[in-house]
């Protein structure tokens, strides 16, 4: 598998919890994604395991992120993802309560789950003060939206926010562009970049938006986009089951959408 491969998510590789095949079950059965596990040992567990398709045959969500994130840190030196995170992103943007852990002092700011639309009580997504050695490239970080605003708007930016660049403008397009083109495993009307869903076309897809916007959500029900066309970006912040996290993502996009008028 190549970076790109990672990166737009056609590495072979797997979420456990997304099947049932023997592959799915081996990704369980070797605590893929065990938080007690530092990202070495999680790579060292993952290089044992099968591919569930050859790299660049189709587009699967993955670990592949994660792979990432251990990616940069042997990239770096062997230094933590967060302090690479923290140094190239998050201390040029001003980011100063994202983290893969919360400090004791800032628990009280934690948000709690939303209600379930069932009725039911939510289950709180991620433990936040656990102290984990796991520092997962696809989907450990807690933020604020504040700190969030400061990240997408450098992104609708070009990759720039307040005289702080984080990523070249051309980098910023080619990841932006659609890398899946007609590889099985995207829904209609979207394709897939480095790193973001993009949208390919309107009338086939099955929510409202514009040709070229990009954006990805988050597994507690977290969502964000930049719409270059509409010089819009939205982000959504909530902690909510999984049944409940897509009908209200989709809520909020159609709310955001019917409120552009002339």
């Known amino acids: 598998m190549t970076v790109q491969d990672l990166m737009r998510h056609t590495s072979g590789l797997v979420y456990g919890s997304r099947g049932t095949s023997l592959v799915y079950q081996a990704y369980v059965k070797a605590k893929i994604g065990d938080r007690t596990a530092s990202n070495e040992e999680f790579i060292a567990r993952l290089s044992k395991l099968p591919l569930h398709f050859n790299p660049g045959d189709r587009w699967e969500y993955s670990v592949a992120v994660d792979v990432q994130g251990r990616l940069l840190e042997v990239l770096n030196g ?19 309560d994202t983290s893969f852990l919360v400090p004791a002092d800032k628990l009280s700011r934690v948000a709690q789950p939303a209600p379930a639309t069932s009725g039911k009580t939510t289950t709180v997504r991620f433990k936040v003060d656990d102290g984990a050695k796991y520092e997962s490239g696809g989907g450990g970080l807690m933020s604020t939206i504040t700190d969030y605003q400061h990240f997408t708007a450098a992104l609708a930016n070009g990759g720039t926010l307040n005289g702080k660049r984080i990523i070249g403008r051309k ?33 086939e897809a099955s929510q409202p938006g514009s040709v070229g916007e990009y954006g990805w959500s988050g ?12 010089q819009l970006y939205a982000i959504y912040m909530i902690q909510a089951n999984d049944a ?6 989709m809520q909020f996009r159609s709310m955001v959408q019917a409120a552009l008028l002339d």
């Open 244 to 249: 409940d996290t897509r009908d209200l993502r």
């Open 78 to 96: 062997g230094k933590p993802l967060h302090q690479v995170l923290a140094e190239r992103i998050f201390q040029p943007l001003g980011m100063t």
């Open 219 to 230: 597994a507690a029900g977290t969502t964000f986009w930049v719409d270059p066309k509409e």
């Open 171 to 203: 980098t910023l397009e080619f990841m932006t562009a659609d890398h899946t083109g007609s590889r099985p495993g995207r829904p209609p009307g979207f394709g897939f970049g480095l790193g973001f869903e993009v949208r390919t076309a309107v009338g």
